[in-house]
Structure formats: C-alpha cells, structure tokens
C-alpha cells in the first residue's frame, strides 16, 4: 500500500493570506502546504481520503488521472470543496463512490445539490453516488476498511484504518474505546495543528501523547498551521519515529 500525502496543511493552507508567519515566506517547499488530503493505492485502487479546494493542482502535480473512490472525513469546506473537480476524473473512468457519515451526505447534497439532482440530470456534473457508513467496518472491494469515530469540537468526524494503517485528521476528543482501535499500527498519520491549544484540533504536545501511548512504528503529522513554524526547525524537537509531513511525501506500508 503506498500513502501519498496531497496536501498537510491546515485549513487555510501555508502561506496563508495576509498571515506574516516565518513558514509563509519560507523558500522551503515543504512549508508549502495544500489543503490536507491524502492517496492512498492500495490492490491497484486509488481512494483519495477529503477533497478539498486544492482537488485540482494536487490531482495534476501528483498526476493522478483516476480516482476509484473518496473517502470524506467530514464536511468542512477545507475536506469538501473540490467536489466539483472530479468532473474531468469521472467523465473519463464512470461514477465515482463518495463514502461519507449520512450526516456529511446531506451537506454535500445541499452545497452540490445539482451533483444529486436526478430530474436535471446534466451531464456536464461529475458523476458521483453517495454511500453511507457507519461506525463499522465497510468494504471497498476487497479492502476493509475500519472507521473511527471522534469530534472536532462539537461535531463528529471518522477516521479511516486500512489493515496496519491509519489516517485521523480534525481530531480534538476521542473515547478510549475508538482510541484502541488505533493500537498496533505500522503507520499511523494524526493531525497537529500547532504548539498552542486548540479549541477543535490537538496541538504538537497533545498528538504526541496519543502517539507515545498507541506506539505506531512511525507517525506522521499534518493539518499543520503556520504558527507550527518552520518544518526544518520542528522536526529537530519531534521524537524518534515521529515526522511531520509535508506535500507530496509518499510512504510505503507493507500489507
Ligand atoms: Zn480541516
Ligand atoms: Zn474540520
């Protein structure tokens, strides 16, 4: 299974607009960040977990032509807005199955309404069906995948784990029982917005913590805000075997 990361950025994205941050005007790429996504190939599928308003340029500078299925953690325009940017993707390879939370499916219904309008079907829409999961295993194919539920302030998101994998993004509380579904993992990918508390996301500190008590093998963190700093200068105060991501990282998890 290989794990490409599209976008580590916050929700803003980095540089952020009218933001006077050091990582804003930093010439290091990897402080660079797109909206968070990642690709995930798995038994020659490609699933795009979020797609968010970066959809387009990081379909085209991953050069990613097919999209098997999308995955939504929740409806946050920074996770949804490129919806519409699969057109070109569906028209080209058919229907694409959206897999989201029914409360998620609602919203997009709303804010994408004419994707889901049967009576005015115009064929220039992206083509894509909603599926609805629940807090339980589903399958795509034959790959399983575990949901895991948590909230981002007040509202509920799902995470997503595919055999010793897993992505949590927009966490701020999680239960003890969905936390231990996250034990025993190769790679576990967490958000981490910044140093300061958050009132819907965990901070550095906080992510480590959860990441010192799951003992994935390697962490990777991202949804990552300007006042992060510099990605070079955060990664000399990270434990071993956790890194912070940056756009276009691209890791192997061994089946
Ligand atoms: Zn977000
Ligand atoms: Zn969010």
Excluded: W
């Excluded at 005007?25 to 490609?46: A, V």
């Excluded at 959809?55 to 946050?76: C, G, N, P, S, Y």
């Excluded at 917005?193 to 901070?203: V, W």
């Excluded at 959860?210 to 805000?225: D, S, V």
């Amino acid at each position: 299974m290989k794990i490409t990361f599209l976008g580590t950025g916050t929700s803003t994205g980095i540089p952020t607009i009218g933001v006077n941050r050091e990582s804003c005007f930093s010439d290091d790429p990897k402080d660079n960040r797109l909206r968070s996504s990642i690709l995930i190939e798995c038994d020659n599928k490609n699933f795009v977990v979020d797609c968010g308003p970066d959809f387009r340029q990081q379909m085209l500078r991953t050069k990613i032509t097919r999209v098997d299925a999308i995955l939504f953690t929740h409806e946050h325009a920074d996770h949804t807005a490129g919806l519409d940017d699969v057109r070109p993707i569906s028209f080209k390879h058919g229907k694409i199955p959206i897999y989201a939370h029914t409360r998620v499916v609602k919203n997009l219904k709303k804010r994408f309404d004419y994707l889901f309008d049967k009576k005015n079907d115009y064929p220039g829409s992206p083509h894509v069906y909603p599926i609805i999961i629940e807090n339980k295993k589903f399958n795509i194919e034959e790959i399983e995948i575990l949901p895991i539920t948590y909230m981002h302030h007040k509202l509920q998101v799902f995470g997503f784990r595919i055999k010793n994998f897993a992505y949590v993004t927009d966490l701020k509380m999680i239960t003890k029982e969905e936390l231990n579904k996250l034990k025993n993992l190769d790679v576990l990918i967490l958000n981490s917005l910044r140093h300061n508390e958050h009132y819907s996301h965990i901070n550095l500190t906080q992510a480590i913590d959860h990441i010192e008590e799951l003992k994935p093998k390697k962490a990777f963190l991202t949804h990552i805000a300007p006042d992060m700093g510099l990605h070079s200068e955060t990664e000399k105060i990270l434990p071993k075997s956790v890194f912070l991501a940056f756009d276009g990282l691209e890791i192997i998890v061994d089946d």
